[in-house]
């Protein structure tokens, strides 16, 4: 090429167009959004197969509940009462979110435990209120009855339950009173069933009952019950107090049975002279029976925490429940054994005498 030839240079390059459409790191992090909304609705809205329990709310059996007595007697005259006599509830809670489960575990003051130990199969939240709201009424009628008879008033049999179509069913109404069996006389409710035996199906026998006030007496057949030689009655007996006056137990919205031995520590209290706590702060639970024998419940745990942070120094413990309350016993809560109505009362007039106490 000459000198002085002209020649065509080449052109400088375009720029290049921007790339449409989000980068590689955008897409990671819509990604992990979306994956964390995700979690968070299914944390919070699906529901696990547990309830959670933990400590319930605890009322004074010597105190009000919505202005009334919690424990009320009356056409009986009664004396002060000083100091607080606490029932423990447990608190559960069903249809628990994943994330809801979790904050309770944490927390420190919450159990899980799987639904199945608390709701049978196609069982609703509503059948176990029912079933706990029973348990309650028949533990408070069993307190009574364990409170006067250790009081040492008389207790009278009435026919609590009738099977349909049975023999009971031709002549006894419910609440009857029951005073005599195939012409044996039935002073509490383990009179009953001795009165039958030698029994058979389709024998006759005499019940005498007392109706609305009026005695009568009337011949029944006896029927047959599946695992049963003698014959069949079909009645339900009871010990029911026989006393002039009237006692009411007046608590909504609390189920179960293990309120008994502290509505029977009550009555006592209301009914005989003295502070039976001394006036300080008792808590406890229990299961009574008509005898008074105190059986052991569940969450006794959790009742302990709910007794102490209400001031409870003293709790009465179920005996079958000693071995669990010693392990998980706050601190500053004094646990006192109890197999009976009578050891309980025991235990607390010995310290308000500054006495000992069976420990657990």
Request: charged share 20%; net charge negative; with cysteine.
């Given at each position: ?6 020649v065509?240079?080449?052109p400088?390059p375009?720029p290049?167009a ?10 990671t ?6 994956l964390?909304?995700a ?15 933990g ?8 105190g009000?509940?919505?202005g ?34 979790l ?6 003051r919450?159990?899980?435990?799987p ?8 069982e609703?939240?509503?059948d176990?209120r029912?079933q706990?709201?029973k ?5 408070q009628?069993?307190a009574?009855?364990?409170a006067?008879?250790y009081?040492?008033?008389p207790v009278?049999?009435?026919?609590a ?6 023999a009971?069913?031709q ?5 009857d ?29 005499e019940?005498t009952?007392?109706?609305e006030?009026?005695?009568k007496?009337?011949?029944v057949?006896?029927g047959?019950a599946?695992?049963r030689d003698?014959?069949f009655l ?6 029911r ?6 006692i ?6 609390v ?6 031995l502290?509505f029977?520590?009550a009555?006592?209290?209301k009914?005989?002279?003295?502070e039976?706590n001394?006036?300080q702060?008792?808590?406890?639970t229990?299961e009574i029976?008509?005898?008074g024998?105190?059986?052991?419940i569940g ?6 925490v709910?007794?102490r ?25 004094r ?9 309980a009362?025991?235990s607390l007039e010995s310290l ?9």
């Amino acid at each position: 090429m000459s000198e002085g030839t002209a020649v065509d240079q080449a052109p400088a390059p375009l720029p290049a167009a921007p790339r449409r459409g989000l980068t590689r790191r955008t897409w990671t992090l819509v990604v992990s959004l979306l994956l964390v909304l995700a979690l968070g609705l299914l944390g919070g809205f699906a529901r696990v197969p547990y309830v959670a329990l933990g400590p319930g709310p605890t009322y004074d059996t010597l105190g009000q509940v919505n202005g009334g007595d919690v424990v009320s007697i009356e056409g009986q005259g009664t004396f002060p009462t000083g100091g607080r006599l606490t029932m423990t509830t447990v608190s559960l809670m069903d249809d628990v979110s994943l994330f809801g489960a979790l904050g309770l575990w944490v927390s420190g003051r919450h159990a899980l435990a799987p639904r199945e130990e608390f709701f049978r199969p196609g069982e609703s939240q509503e059948d176990v209120r029912n079933q706990n709201v029973k348990a309650f009424e028949d533990s408070q009628s069993s307190a009574e009855v364990a409170a006067l008879r250790y009081l040492d008033h008389p207790v009278k049999v009435v026919a609590a339950e009738i099977t349909e179509n049975s023999a009971a069913d031709q002549v006894l109404e419910p609440n009857d009173r029951l005073l005599a069996v195939n012409g044996r006389p039935v002073a509490t409710a383990e009179d009953v069933r001795p009165a039958l035996e030698g029994t058979k199906p389709g024998d006759r026998v005499e019940l005498t009952f007392e109706h609305e006030g009026e005695r009568k007496t009337a011949a029944v057949t006896l029927g047959t019950a599946e695992g049963r030689d003698t014959g069949f009655l079909g009645v339900l007996p009871l010990d029911r107090a026989d006393v002039p006056f009237d006692i009411k137990i007046s608590l909504s919205d609390v189920g179960g049975p293990s309120a008994g031995l502290l509505f029977a520590l009550a009555i006592v209290d209301k009914l005989t002279p003295g502070e039976l706590n001394g006036g300080q702060s008792v808590a406890g639970t229990g299961e009574i029976n008509e005898k008074g024998e105190v059986g052991r419940i569940g969450g006794i745990a959790f009742k302990m925490v709910a007794a102490r942070e209400g001031g409870a120094t003293v709790f009465l413990v179920p005996a079958g429940n000693c071995a669990e309350a010693r392990q998980q016993a706050p601190e500053g809560l004094r646990l006192v054994r109890v197999e009976t109505l009578d050891d309980a009362v025991s235990s607390l007039e010995s310290l308000n005498r500054g006495g000992d106490a069976p420990a657990c």
